[in-house]
Structures are given as C-alpha cells and as structure tokens.
C-alpha cells in the first residue's frame, strides 16, 4: 500500500509539473543586456563622433556635464541602479537623468546592437534547468521589446543562441496579458524586474526576481526558487 502511495504521489507530482509553463525573460536573464548597453554608451561619451538633432543635443550635455555626480566609465551597477530607481520612481541626480534621457538613443532601430549581445552567464544552465523540471515543451521566452528592430533582432538572438522555438516566444510589452492566455495550466514568469513580475502576479502568474541579473549566481537563485514552487 505504502509503495501504490508513493507511485501516486509521484505520478500527482509530475502532473502538476507538466502543467506548469515557465516564462524566461530575455534582458537581464538569458541576455547580458546591460554590459552590451554599458559599451556603447561608453564609446559615444569618450569618443568624438557627432549626431544630428535630438541625439546630438542629449550627448552634448552629457559631454559637458563635470557635476560632482558624474560617473564614468559607466559601469553595469550604475545602469542597474539607474534602471531599479526608474521603476521605483525615485529621485534622480542630474548625471542620472542625462543619461536616462540618452541611453535609447544609441540602441534604436539598431538590429546589429540587439543581435550582438551577449549571452548571460548561466544562461544555458537556467534554460537546461527549466527544462529539466517542467519538461522542454514547457519552457517559453517572455520579452519586452524596445522597437521593431529589437523584436526581430531578439527573435534572431534566440535561434542563434537557444532551442527555444518562436512558436513559444512571445515579445510583447504587457507581460500581465500572458497568464490569462494559459488558464488550465500554472504560469510562472522568471524577470529581472519587479515591475514585470508584480504585473505577471496580478495577472494570476507567478513571478521570480532573477537576481542578480545576468549572473551565474543569478540562475542558481532562480533555478532555488522554482525548486521551491515545483
Ligand atoms: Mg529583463
């Protein structure tokens, strides 16, 4: 009897399992967003490249800034803290806001820059490790975009860089219209920013805060925290 149990547990064990749909994000998970991010606004800062109109006018003041505030290099904890007080709507230093009104100016319409980042560090562990608790058919990428290039320069990332199919990739802006789209199964959403997985949550998902971003130590963390739920 005990044994007919635990055959039943098991089996009840890996049923919930299959039905359970985990979502990786993209930026900050699988990708190393910021260093890519870090790099090019680096070169336009230090280099004496010239832009027309709003583009030009933003590094200007960037270039002529020597406030006490200002840091650089830029460096990959400046952008995460710079990108974690936008979310949370905090007050930002003039070097901060200067560079927040620039950083998408270098990464727009721009295919090459998305297509090239790089990938995270133990990128391919937390992929193999969501695969491995939920089963491959299981494992979806959920992404927001920036612009059009970016859409189709993601999508080219993943062949270039993944299994994962684009019939279980989705690119949209609003992560919180995700979950109601899979109502018999429980949808989990693996996200570097709050913002995403609080909207994931109120949608009925469940979220992780893949911390820290774009690290090794990151998804060991994650794959610790599905490990918990599954
Ligand atoms: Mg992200």
Same mark, same amino acid.
């Given at each position: 009897?005990?044994?007919?149990?635990?055959?039943?547990?098991d089996?009840?064990?890996?049923?919930?399992?299959?039905? $359970?749909?985990?979502? *990786?994000?993209?930026?900050?998970?699988?990708?190393?967003? #910021?260093?890519?991010?870090?790099?090019?606004?680096?070169? %336009?800062?230090?280099? %004496?490249?010239?832009? @027309? &109109?709003? &583009?030009?006018?933003?590094?200007?003041?960037?270039?002529?800034? =020597?406030?006490?505030?200002?840091?650089?290099?830029? #460096?990959?904890?400046?952008? =995460?803290n710079l990108?974690?007080?936008?979310?949370?709507?905090?007050?930002?230093?003039?070097?901060?806001?200067?560079?927040?009104?620039?950083?998408?100016?270098?990464? #727009?319409g721009?295919?090459?820059?998305?297509?090239?980042?790089?990938?995270?560090d133990?990128?391919? +562990?937390?992929?193999?490790?969501?695969?491995?608790?939920?089963?491959?058919?299981?494992?979806? +990428?959920?992404?927001?975009?920036? %612009? %059009?290039?970016?859409?189709?320069?993601?999508?080219?990332?993943? /062949?270039?860089? $993944?299994?994962?199919p684009?019939e279980?990739?989705?690119?949209r802006?609003?992560?919180?219209? +995700? @979950? @109601? *789209?899979? @109502?018999? =199964?429980?949808?989990?959403?693996?996200?570097?920013?709050?913002?995403?997985?609080?909207?994931?949550?109120?949608a009925?998902g469940?979220g +992780?805060?893949?911390?820290?971003?774009?690290? /090794?130590?990151g998804?060991?963390?994650?794959?610790?925290? *599905?490990?918990?739920?599954?």
């Amino acid at each position: 009897m005990k044994k007919i149990m635990e055959t039943w547990r098991d089996y009840m064990k890996e049923g919930e399992s299959l039905n $359970t749909i985990i979502f *990786l994000d993209m930026d900050g998970v699988l990708v190393d967003f #910021t260093s890519g991010l870090v790099n090019v606004l680096n070169i %336009d800062i230090s280099g %004496d490249v010239e832009y @027309p &109109r709003s &583009r030009g006018k933003k590094l200007g003041k960037i270039r002529e800034y =020597h406030g006490p505030d200002r840091v650089f290099p830029i #460096t990959n904890e400046f952008m =995460h803290n710079l990108l974690r007080k936008k979310d949370e709507e905090a007050e930002l230093t003039q070097w901060e806001k200067l560079i927040k009104r620039y950083q998408f100016s270098p990464i #727009t319409g721009n295919y090459e820059h998305w297509l090239n980042l790089p990938k995270a560090d133990g990128a391919d +562990i937390l992929i193999q490790g969501c695969i491995d608790l939920v089963g491959e058919q299981n494992v979806y +990428i959920l992404s927001a975009p920036v %612009d %059009d290039a970016s859409i189709e320069a993601k999508k080219d990332w993943l /062949a270039k860089h $993944t299994s994962i199919p684009l019939e279980r990739t989705f690119i949209r802006q609003d992560k919180g219209s +995700i @979950p @109601p *789209l899979f @109502p018999d =199964h429980r949808c989990i959403l693996i996200d570097d920013r709050v913002k995403y997985k609080s909207a994931f949550e109120q949608a009925g998902g469940v979220g +992780i805060v893949h911390s820290p971003k774009a690290t /090794a130590a990151g998804a060991a963390n994650s794959l610790a925290s *599905l490990g918990n739920i599954l």
